[in-house]
């Protein structure tokens, strides 16, 4: 099986770990670290899989990742007492129902499921 995980830049694997994990529901697949600030955090929901990664140094800053899901909804309802949420559900014209949140560390988590 063939696939592709996004790795998204973090300042603190702690504090990464307590967004994506403690808020945001995923659980740690591997944590690669010394200190618990600095060095690799993979996480997983479902069929979901993001490596966080602290300082990832070289690499572009404020990324964004899309979640597709069965649902927008559902996550947003979970997730809205939780985290920070930029915006409600909405239809796109493109045909999904999306809503985005920024981590701690201004990227963006894009969650997008069909039109209800």
Same mark, same amino acid.
């Given at each position: 099986?063939?696939?592709?995980?996004?790795?998204?830049?973090?300042?603190?694997?702690?504090?990464?770990?307590? #967004? &994506?994990?403690?808020?945001?529901?995923?659980?740690?697949? #591997?944590?690669?670290?010394?200190?618990?600030?600095? /060095?690799?955090?993979?996480?997983?929901?479902?069929?979901?899989? $993001?490596?966080?990664?602290?300082?990832?140094?070289?690499? /572009?800053?404020?990324?964004?990742?899309?979640?597709?899901?069965?649902?927008?909804?559902? &996550? &947003?309802?979970?997730?809205?007492?939780?985290?920070? $949420?930029?915006?409600?559900?909405?239809?796109?014209?493109?045909?999904?129902?999306? #809503?985005?949140?920024?981590?701690?560390? /201004?990227?963006?988590?894009?969650?997008?499921?069909?039109?209800?």
């Amino acid at each position: 099986m063939e696939k592709a995980i996004p790795v998204l830049p973090v300042d603190d694997l702690s504090v990464a770990k307590e #967004f &994506y994990v403690d808020r945001l529901g995923f659980t740690v697949r #591997f944590e690669a670290t010394e200190d618990g600030t600095d /060095g690799l955090l993979g996480v997983d929901r479902g069929g979901i899989s $993001i490596t966080l990664d602290c300082p990832m140094s070289g690499h /572009g800053r404020e990324a964004c990742v899309s979640l597709e899901v069965e649902n927008a909804d559902a &996550y &947003y309802d979970e997730w809205r007492d939780r985290v920070e $949420i930029r915006r409600p559900p909405k239809n796109e014209p493109w045909g999904a129902r999306t #809503f985005d949140v920024i981590d701690p560390f /201004g990227n963006t988590i894009f969650v997008m499921g069909p039109v209800k």
